[in-house]
Each structure stands twice: as structure tokens, then as C-alpha cells.
């Protein structure tokens, strides 16, 4: 008994890891760099989080999961509440209804995905602050911010599938 | 069997509804957040506070080690262009000891007068130093998180200085986080004054590295080079403390370029100068007092 009690326990805590590395990388994205080049363009580290686990492990990555990890990244970040939320609810929404597509392609497959939903995200994100702070932000910024996400996805995914691998195979 | 098979299928249907239903909602509530955040600000203030406080102490932990590899990079990068700097301080040196000996006669001047005059000085303003625990930097926001709070005497609206220059004002305040609106930010008006012609104008952010001076009366003649201070308008700031220099003037658009850049940023000062200021009290710091 006392043996299933701790095996539930196990599978609790490594049914953590995708939501529990995606918070992670919402503080990464916070730490200052003091870092003269960092200063106006930080890659979206979460969104990546949120589109692997959406395909890899959906039932870790629920629709419940994405929408609180939202809100947290917008209190951080200082965004208007609930922008993150939707976003990272929609990107979820979409990989997941799509995942079947991606399991066993190649991985610029799932690059190439993550360009269209990373993209997506970034223009949604720019409309919806645009539109409650009643100004039209300006949209190069956000380009930018968007190619540093999309050079930033081969590490991050490598490092989702190590832990994948290591921690979520036999649960 | 296929009784049994269709009552599964059912099930799935009925799970899969659930689940639509689930997902539309979240939406919804997410849309609701945002509306929200509009009409109600205060109760949304409530709960970012609540999350910022509950944060703020891992960021804290987090930030150390990239300070000390902020430092290391920084250390490098002074060696590359230390002969070139040392031959700027030297000239700035003979430069600073002109104006020293000028600031003494000053000095001594202005006291002389002040004892003529029997002049009140202003009481001087109490201060907290607080560490930039969070900056998400990016396009969308120009605020940071510092890891002091309303326990430590933070109250909103205070002014935000690093060294001698300007750099915001407290935005919203928890038990022991705080986040500063930059004066870059979007939502950042700040009344300011060109310090030669004495020409007012509004400091607007815009998300960008260099806000505008809106409001500039065209006679104002500002030039590239123009040192821009507080106002002191609208009681929010004390009049005189420096921002930036205009950086450039196009087609009527006048640019700050801020003495202090948001990378820079790792001690600031949160001073209270005992203006009440424009803002309204805040009622999430003042219930925590309470």
C-alpha cells in the first residue's frame, strides 16, 4: 500500500514536468540580462513549452494548463490580463487538434509548425494589446520578437525531448 | 456487443463536448479578463499583486545568477575599449573640475542669499533601494518587477531614480513586489520642461528606446542636445530631476534619448517625496497597511 502511495506520487510529480518547465521558462523570460542586446527583443520561451507538450503530451498540456500558464506570464510580464491566457489557449487548442499530423514527422515539420502557430500567436498578441491599450504598436518589434522564439525552438524542443524521454516515458 | 459499442460512443461524444465546452469557456473567460482589466481596475490590480508577490521571491533567487554573468560580460567588454575610455574620462575629468569650482561659487553664493532671505528648505525626501528582480523586456510592456513592496514603504506613484536620472514611477504595489512603469512605456505621461528655453511639454512613451515630447509649442527651438527635466507639473514628480537629452527633431517629432536605458537598470531608488500626486490613493497597498 505504502509502495502504490508513493508510485502515485512519482506520477504525480513527473505528470508535473510539462506545465512545471513551461512556468520555468515564463521566469527565464523575466530574469534581467542587463544585457545591452536582450534589452528590446526577448523570445516568447513559453509559447515553445506550451506548442510541445500541446502535440507530445496533450493530456499534460490541457486546455486548463495553457490558460493558467497565461495569466501568470501576463501578470510577470505586466501585459494586460488575459492576453497571454487566450493566446496560449488558442496555440493549444490549434496543436492539439493537429498533433496526429506531427507524430512521427521529421523535425522540421515541427519547426515549420511552430512558425505558423508561433506566428499566429505573435500577431494575435500584437492586436489584442493594440487594441486595449488604444495604441498601434509598432510591428518590427514584434517580427523581431518572433524570429528569436523561432531560433530559440531546436534547443528548447531537444531539451523537451530529454526530458520526455527520461521522466514521461513509462508514465 | 454493438449495443455496448454504441453506448462508448456515445460517451465519447458526450466527453468530447465537455471538452469544447470546456475550452470555450476558458476563452471566454480569457476575453472576460480582458474587459475586466478595463472597466474594473482595481479589482484586477488585487489579483496581479496577489500573483506578483507570490513570484517575486523566486525571481529574486533567479536574477542573482544572471547578474554576476551580466557582470563577467560587462567586464570583458570594458577591457576591449578600456584605453578609449580612459582617454573620454580624462577629457570628461578636466571638464567636471571647471563646473566643480563653478558649483562651489554657486554654493557659497546661493547660501549667503538663502540666509538673506530666510529661506525654508524642502524636508528632505526618504528613500528605499530596491533590486530589479523581473524584466520581461519585449515589445509589449516597458515595466519591471522590483522585489520591495508596500512592507517596505512603497507606495504608488513614488518617483523612480537611478543615480540622479528619472527612470519612472511605481505602477502597482504588493506586500513585497512592486512593478515600475518605465518612461518609455506606452501609458507613461510625464509634464517636462527643456532646461535652457524653459518650454514645456509632455514626455510620452511609446514602446520604443527613445519617447516623444508631445505638446511642444513650435517656438520652443529645441535642438538635438537639449537636456530634458521633471516639470514638477501635476505634483507627481519634484520639478528638476533629469531624464534625457532630445536626441533628434524630424518633421515636429522631438525624441528623448533617456539617460538611463532599461538593460542598465539593476539597483533603483524609490523616493518619496511627499507628493501626493495626481494618481488616486491606492487602495491595495493601503488595505494591506491597515
Known amino acids: 500500500m505504502k509502495g502504490s502511495l508513493l508510485q502515485r506520487l512519482d506520477h504525480g510529480i513527473r505528470h508535473l514536468v510539462p506545465p512545471g518547465l513551461t512556468l520555468l521558462l515564463i521566469l527565464l523570460d523575466a530574469v534581467p540580462l542587463h544585457l545591452p542586446e536582450f534589452a528590446l527583443v526577448v523570445p516568447l520561451l513559453p509559447l515553445i513549452g506550451v506548442y510541445y507538450w500541446s502535440i507530445y503530451r496533450p493530456d499534460l498540456m490541457s486546455p486548463v494548463v495553457a490558460f493558467g500558464l497565461g495569466i501568470v506570464n501576463d501578470v510577470i510580464a505586466g501585459t494586460p490580463l488575459g492576453v497571454s491566457a487566450l493566446v496560449y489557449l488558442l496555440a493549444q487548442g490549434m496543436t492539439a487538434s493537429q498533433r496526429r499530423f506531427f507524430h512521427g514527422k521529421p523535425f522540421r515539420i515541427a519547426w515549420w509548425g511552430f512558425a505558423l502557430v508561433g506566428s499566429g500567436a505573435f500577431l494575435l498578441q500584437w492586436a489584442l494589446v493594440s487594441l486595449l491599450i488604444g495604441h498601434r504598436l509598432e510591428l518590427h518589434a514584434v517580427l523581431f520578437e518572433f524570429l528569436m522564439t523561432m531560433f530559440s525552438y531546436p534547443l528548447l524542443s531537444w531539451i523537451f525531448a530529454r526530458a520526455q524521454l527520461a521522466l514521461l516515458r513509462s508514465a | ?290
Open chain 2, 1 to 290: 456487443m454493438k449495443q455496448h459499442s454504441g453506448a462508448l460512443g456515445r460517451l465519447a461524444t458526450l466527453k468530447q463536448l465537455a471538452q469544447r465546452f470546456a475550452f470555450l469557456s476558458l476563452a471566454m473567460a480569457a476575453f472576460g479578463l480582458m474587459l475586466l482589466g478595463k472597466a474594473d481596475t482595481v479589482l484586477v490590480e488585487r489579483m496581479r499583486v496577489a500573483v506578483a508577490d507570490a513570484v517575486v521571491p523566486i525571481l529574486d533567487v533567479l536574477s542573482r545568477p544572471a547578474g554576476a554573468i551580466a557582470d563577467v560580460v560587462g567586464a570583458v567588454r570594458e577591457l576591449a575599449t578600456l584605453r578609449a575610455e580612459n582617454v573620454r574620462l580624462r577629457e570628461e575629468n578636466a571638464n567636471l573640475l571647471h563646473w566643480q569650482t563653478l558649483a562651489r561659487q554657486l554654493d557659497n553664493e546661493n547660501r549667503a542669499l538663502k540666509a538673506q532671505l530666510n529661506f525654508l528648505p524642502d524636508p528632505d525626501p526618504s528613500f528605499i533601494t530596491a533590486r530589479v528582480v523581473g524584466d520581461t523586456g519585449g515589445a509589449f510592456v516597458h515595466s519591471m518587477l522590483l522585489n520591495a513592496g508596500a512592507h517596505d514603504g512603497i507606495r504608488k506613484g513614488q518617483a523612480v531614480i537611478a543615480g540622479e536620472f528619472l527612470v519612472g514611477r511605481i505602477a502597482e504595489v504588493g506586500g513585497r513586489s512592486a512593478r515600475v512603469l518605465l518612461i518609455t512605456d506606452i501609458n507613461s505621461h510625464i509634464p517636462v520642461l527643456l532646461e535652457n528655453s524653459r518650454a514645456k511639454a509632455i514626455l510620452t512613451g511609446d514602446n520604443t528606446d527613445r519617447p516623444r515630447l508631445s505638446y511642444l509649442s513650435t517656438s520652443s527651438n529645441a535642438q538635438p542636445g537639449d537636456r530634458v527635466v521633471s516639470s514638477g507639473h501635476g505634483g507627481a514628480f519634484p520639478p528638476g530631476l533629469p531624464l534625457g537629452v532630445i536626441s533628434s527633431v524630424q518633421d515636429g517629432v522631438v525624441r528623448v534619448e533617456p539617460f538611463v536605458h532599461r538593460y542598465q537598470l539593476e539597483y533603483v531608488t524609490v523616493v518619496d517625496y511627499g507628493l501626493a500626486g495626481i494618481l488616486p490613493s491606492d487602495p491595495v497597498s493601503e488595505g494591506r497597511d491597515r
